[in-house]
């Protein structure tokens, strides 16, 4: 019996069986809905979403604050700690005066000048030996002065706010900021320049605000380069008394020859009532050369003049009386002035002074000293191309090659006796987390193998004890044993990185807060200051040293802290540490705005307790005096600003397609651009970006061009699907900025395969229907049939007729 038909054989006979099964019916719609949801699995994209919140801290560029460094800048207490110093006064008074500038009270010197031979001068002076105050870029002198007498009419009378520099090889300078003023100002010279502060406005106050390091710029062009920090603030009130000849015309003469002037051989009398006739009764002779006869008449001779001791104005008896041959008002031994009563001594004043006055308001003297990114090293690079800002310079002198950076480096040879390059660090900066030290040196011989041949360079400390014990830091390049001198307690050696190495630079970073550890285990006091870097070159006797440095500095630093949150505004951190006086001052970019500010002791302050200012393109943020001794503590006032987001535009752009986009086949190239724009819209160039790519944590730096833009092009994606992060950050010196962009990566969708089988599908569904209707069709004739014939054989009606 033939047996049971395959599904391949009724396709062949193109729906031309009645007996096929029914599960052909089933098995050809199921296929057909297993094979294509198959091949849409195949195919399925990745659903996008948002990129997660990223974020990004760094460290600023350092930033300068301007601390207030004089104490009691008001008056509003007194005087302290401010000292009073005076010379040659006849009276001088110092009082606290109401009203001040803006504010209750002032003070105010009042000053009668002294004697003739020099001016007399009352100053109020702060001295900042015990404290920081560097000489750098945008130090700042404030002050305010009322001129109340200034009866004198000399170059000396005048009234004066003025300021002692001093430099590296320990030089001295002071620029005087004249407010007032009788005449013309003194001619500057190598040591002191005169500089007049006008008098703008209708308030009677002259205010006072100057850069003094453009002032000193100005005035010391040579000195400049090695001035340091600040030693004094001075108030100064300046008179000079002006002279009469001391002339009594009480004292005349007997005129016995022709002429009309006294002379040695004719005698001189005190004619009390001044009649001009010699009365024996009344009159006394002085000097005697004859008795004159009475009633004689007497003459005056306005070079006779005495010696008033006591400055009442008339001759006393007892009071040399000379005779002044050139008429200068003063005793002169050396051209045998003639004494014609009493005892002279040479340089005796032949004249009374007339009393000058000079009286003066001050208030609100405030001084702002620049702290963090300053280099207290002077003209460490060489690049003067002297050795400008250093003393002890036998053995050494610039050159212009080697050099480790810029065009100039400077040549220490020792030959039997050390040489040693130096300067003073007269600010004296406190050693802290902020100072370090860099510097770089090139060993180029060393002939000896002696502890007595070296290249070093060494640090000066002292540290606070009422002794100020003297340390030392040395940081040793080469020695000739090869090995360094034991430590002591007050001194400590180090090996540089690359110790002993010749011909090579080597480079030298080190912070010093390291050293004082060292310093606290060996018994000395906390904090500690740097007074002195010195250059140190020496060799045996008959062995040479040569070593070359480049690139000293003595470094402090003031960085904020930046945070960037994607898409949103970015936040800035800066921290004013430990404030001298309570007042201080910066600058920030602006396009920067504060958000808030909180004092050391973590107070928030109220917007009324500072101020914020627009200063030539910058935002100028002030706390003064009254808010920093309101919140008065030790530690970090902190000031947190705000900008928009400067990563303005990320974007990831398929090779040979103009528009971006954020979903991708496998494997496309692609490039990823962002612009950095500032807040106001303005692209910054030369801002440094990283894009960071989270497939194989690829990371791309670059910086912006001029329009702002990055790009990073010819970038393969992956070949795999899936969902992959880019970030990009954009930091330039004044702002920070981050987005991120999600990315979808899909296969590359097969739609002919797709619709390849979706057709077959659906023939063969198609198929499965006219097959299944067939057969019915032919089962219903089979019935009919059945029905019209009689029963012979039950056996064959499952069988199909032959021929049917």
Same mark, same amino acid.
């Given at each position: 019996?033939?047996?049971?038909?395959?599904?391949?054989?009724?396709?062949?006979?193109?729906?031309?069986?009645?007996?096929?099964?029914?599960?052909?019916?089933?098995?050809?719609?199921?296929?057909?809905?297993?094979?294509?949801?198959?091949?849409?699995?195949?195919?399925?994209?990745?659903?996008?979403?948002?990129?997660?919140?990223?974020?990004?801290?760094?460290?600023?560029?350092?930033?300068?604050?301007?601390?207030?460094?004089?104490?009691?800048?008001?008056?509003?207490?007194?005087?302290?700690?401010?000292?009073?110093?005076?010379?040659?006064?006849?009276?001088?008074?110092?009082?606290?005066?109401?009203?001040?500038? *803006?504010?209750?009270?002032?003070?105010?010197?009042?000053? *009668?000048?002294?004697?003739?031979?020099?001016?007399?001068?009352?100053?109020?002076?702060?001295?900042?030996?015990?404290?920081?105050?560097?000489?750098?870029?945008?130090?700042?002198?404030?002050?305010?002065?009322?001129?109340?007498?200034?009866?004198?009419?000399?170059?000396?009378?005048?009234?004066?706010?003025?300021?002692?520099?001093?430099?590296?090889?320990?030089?001295?300078?002071?620029?005087?900021?004249?407010?007032?003023?009788?005449?013309?100002?003194?001619?500057?010279?190598?040591?002191?320049?005169?500089?007049?502060?006008?008098?703008?406005?209708?308030?009677?106050?002259?205010?006072?605000?100057?850069?003094?390091?453009?002032?000193?710029?100005?005035?010391?062009?040579?000195?400049?380069?090695?001035?340091?920090?600040?030693?004094?603030?001075?108030?100064?009130?300046?008179?000079?008394?002006?002279?009469?000849?001391?002339?009594?015309?009480?004292?005349?003469?007997?005129?016995?020859?022709?002429?009309?002037?006294?002379?040695?051989?004719?005698?001189?009398?005190?004619?009390?009532?001044?009649?001009?006739?010699?009365?024996?009764?009344?009159?006394?002779?002085?000097?005697?050369?004859?008795?004159?006869?009475?009633?004689?008449?007497?003459?005056?001779?306005?070079?006779?003049?005495?010696?008033?001791? *006591?400055?009442?104005?008339?001759?006393?008896?007892?009071?040399?009386?000379?005779?002044?041959?050139?008429?200068?008002?003063?005793?002169?031994?050396?051209? *045998?002035?003639?004494?014609?009563?009493?005892?002279?001594?040479?340089?005796?004043?032949?004249?009374?002074?007339?009393?000058?006055?000079?009286?003066?308001?001050?208030?609100?003297?405030?001084?702002?000293?620049?702290?963090?990114?300053?280099?207290?090293?002077?003209?460490?690079? =060489?690049?003067?191309?002297?050795?400008?800002?250093?003393?002890?310079?036998?053995?050494?002198?610039?050159?212009?090659?080697?050099?480790?950076?810029?065009?100039?480096?400077?040549?220490?040879?020792?030959?039997?006796?050390?040489?040693?390059?130096?300067?003073?660090?007269?600010?004296?900066?406190?050693?802290?987390?902020?100072?370090?030290?860099?510097?770089?040196?090139?060993?180029?011989?060393?002939?000896?193998?002696?502890?007595?041949?070296?290249?070093?360079?060494?640090?000066?400390?002292?540290?606070?004890?009422?002794?100020?014990?003297?340390?030392?830091?040395?940081?040793? =390049?080469?020695?000739?044993?090869?090995?360094?001198?034991?430590?002591?307690?007050?001194?400590?050696?180090?090996?540089?990185?690359?110790?002993?190495?010749?011909?090579?630079?080597?480079?030298?970073?080190?912070?010093?807060?390291?050293?004082?550890?060292?310093?606290?285990?060996?018994?000395?006091?906390?904090?500690?200051?740097?007074?002195?870097?010195?250059?140190?070159?020496?060799?045996?006797?008959?062995?040479?040293?040569?070593?070359?440095?480049?690139?000293?500095?003595?470094?402090?630093?003031?960085?904020?802290?930046?945070?960037?949150?994607?898409?949103?505004?970015?936040?800035?951190?800066?921290?004013?540490?430990?404030?001298?006086?309570?007042?201080?001052?910066?600058?920030?970019?602006?396009?920067?705005?504060?958000?808030?500010?909180?004092?050391?002791?973590?107070?928030?302050?109220?917007?009324?307790?500072?101020?914020?200012?627009?200063?030539?393109?910058?935002?100028?943020?002030?706390?003064?005096?009254?808010?920093?001794?309101?919140?008065?503590?030790?530690?970090?006032?902190?000031?947190?600003?705000?900008?928009?987001?400067?990563?303005?535009?990320?974007?990831?752009?398929?090779?040979?397609?103009?528009?971006?986009?954020?979903?991708?086949?496998?494997?496309?190239?692609?490039? =990823?651009?962002?612009?950095?724009?500032?807040?106001?819209?303005?692209?910054?160039?030369?801002?440094?970006?990283?894009?960071?790519?989270?497939?194989?944590?690829?990371?791309?730096?670059?910086?912006?061009?001029?329009?702002?833009?990055?790009?990073?092009?010819?970038?393969?994606?992956?070949?795999?699907?899936?969902?992959?992060?880019?970030?990009?950050?954009?930091?330039?010196?004044?702002?920070?900025?981050?987005?991120?962009?999600?990315?979808?990566?899909?296969?590359?969708?097969?739609?002919?395969?797709?619709?390849?089988?979706?057709?077959?599908?659906?023939?063969?569904?198609?198929?499965?229907?006219?097959?299944?209707?067939?057969?019915?069709?032919?089962?219903?004739?089979?019935?009919?049939?059945?029905?019209?014939?009689?029963?012979?054989?039950?056996?064959?009606?499952?069988?199909?007729?032959?021929?049917?």
């Amino acid at each position: 019996m033939p047996g049971k038909p395959s599904l391949q054989s009724l396709l062949r006979n193109n729906l031309g069986s009645h007996s096929a099964s029914p599960r052909i019916f089933y098995a050809l719609p199921l296929l057909t809905l297993l094979v294509l949801p198959l091949a849409l699995v195949q195919n399925t994209v990745a659903a996008s979403g948002t990129a997660p919140l990223a974020t990004y801290q760094a460290t600023g560029p350092a930033v300068q604050m301007y601390y207030q460094m004089i104490n009691n800048t008001e008056f509003e207490t007194g005087i302290l700690p401010w000292k009073l110093t005076a010379y040659n006064n006849y009276t001088s008074a110092v009082n606290i005066a109401s009203p001040g500038y *803006n504010d209750i009270s002032a003070v105010q010197l009042n000053l *009668n000048s002294g004697n003739l031979t020099v001016d007399s001068h009352l100053t109020l002076l702060q001295d900042f030996s015990q404290s920081t105050v560097a000489f750098a870029n945008g130090l700042r002198l404030r002050a305010a002065s009322q001129v109340r007498v200034l009866t004198g009419n000399s170059i000396t009378d005048r009234v004066e706010v003025s300021l002692s520099l001093s430099g590296s090889t320990g030089n001295l300078a002071r620029i005087h900021y004249v407010l007032a003023s009788s005449a013309a100002l003194p001619a500057n010279s190598t040591s002191d320049a005169y500089i007049a502060v006008p008098w703008l406005g209708s308030s009677p106050w002259i205010v006072l605000d100057r850069n003094v390091t453009r002032d000193a710029a100005n005035t010391f062009p040579t000195l400049f380069r090695s001035l340091s920090s600040v030693k004094d603030t001075r108030l100064s009130v300046f008179s000079t008394s002006q002279g009469t000849p001391t002339i009594d015309p009480r004292i005349k003469y007997w005129e016995t020859g022709t002429d009309s002037y006294w002379n040695t051989t004719e005698t001189v009398v005190f004619d009390p009532d001044a009649d001009g006739f010699f009365n024996p009764a009344t009159d006394w002779i002085l000097y005697n050369r004859g008795i004159p006869p009475t009633n004689q008449i007497l003459s005056n001779d306005l070079r006779i003049k005495y010696v008033d001791t *006591n400055l009442n104005s008339v001759w006393d008896p007892g009071e040399a009386i000379v005779y002044d041959l050139k008429d200068e008002g003063v005793y002169d031994l050396a051209l *045998n002035d003639p004494v014609i009563n009493g005892t002279a001594v040479a340089g005796s004043l032949l004249q009374d002074p007339i009393r000058k006055q000079t009286s003066a308001l001050f208030d609100q003297v405030e001084l702002y000293s620049p702290t963090g990114n300053i280099n207290w090293a002077h003209n460490g690079g =060489f690049e003067t191309g002297d050795l400008t800002g250093w003393g002890n310079i036998a053995g050494f002198k610039a050159i212009t090659t080697p050099t480790h950076s810029g065009s100039y480096s400077v040549n220490g040879t020792a030959s039997g006796t050390p040489a040693a390059l130096a300067q003073s660090i007269e600010g004296r900066p406190i050693i802290d987390s902020t100072t370090g030290l860099q510097a770089s040196a090139y060993i180029g011989k060393m002939t000896g193998t002696t502890s007595t041949d070296k290249a070093d360079i060494w640090l000066g400390l002292v540290d606070s004890s009422p002794q100020a014990n003297p340390l030392s830091v040395y940081y040793d =390049f080469k020695t000739g044993t090869g090995t360094l001198p034991s430590n002591t307690t007050d001194t400590v050696y180090h090996r540089t990185v690359g110790f002993g190495t010749l011909s090579q630079w080597l480079s030298l970073t080190q912070n010093l807060q390291a050293e004082t550890q060292y310093f606290d285990s060996t018994g000395h006091t906390g904090p500690y200051r740097i007074e002195a870097a010195v250059l140190e070159v020496s060799a045996l006797s008959g062995q040479t040293t040569t070593a070359i440095f480049d690139d000293l500095s003595i470094l402090t630093a003031n960085h904020p802290t930046y945070y960037a949150v994607e898409n949103l505004n970015s936040t800035y951190v800066y921290n004013a540490n430990k404030p001298a006086q309570g007042s201080f001052y910066f600058n920030i970019p602006g396009g920067q705005s504060v958000i808030n500010m909180t004092s050391a002791n973590g107070t928030p302050l109220q917007t009324s307790e500072y101020t914020t200012q627009p200063v030539q393109g910058s935002l100028q943020i002030t706390v003064p005096t009254s808010t920093g001794l309101k919140y008065s503590a030790p530690g970090t006032w902190h000031i947190y600003a705000t900008s928009k987001n400067t990563l303005t535009n990320l974007l990831a752009i398929a090779q040979g397609t103009a528009g971006p986009s954020s979903s991708f086949s496998t494997s496309t190239t692609v490039r =990823f651009a962002s612009q950095t724009r500032d807040p106001s819209g303005v692209p910054i160039p030369g801002s440094n970006v990283t894009f960071i790519f989270s497939a194989r944590n690829t990371i791309f730096t670059g910086k912006t061009d001029s329009q702002g833009w990055l790009n990073q092009t010819s970038i393969v994606l992956p070949s795999s699907p899936g969902t992959l992060t880019l970030e990009a950050i954009t930091v330039s010196s004044s702002y920070i900025g981050l987005r991120a962009l999600q990315l979808t990566i899909s296969s590359a969708t097969p739609w002919a395969l797709i619709a390849y089988i979706s057709i077959a599908a659906g023939a063969a569904a198609l198929f499965s229907l006219l097959l299944f209707m067939r057969r019915r069709k032919q089962r219903a004739v089979s019935t009919q049939s059945a029905s019209a014939q009689p029963d012979k054989n039950p056996r064959q009606q499952s069988r199909p007729e032959k021929g049917k």
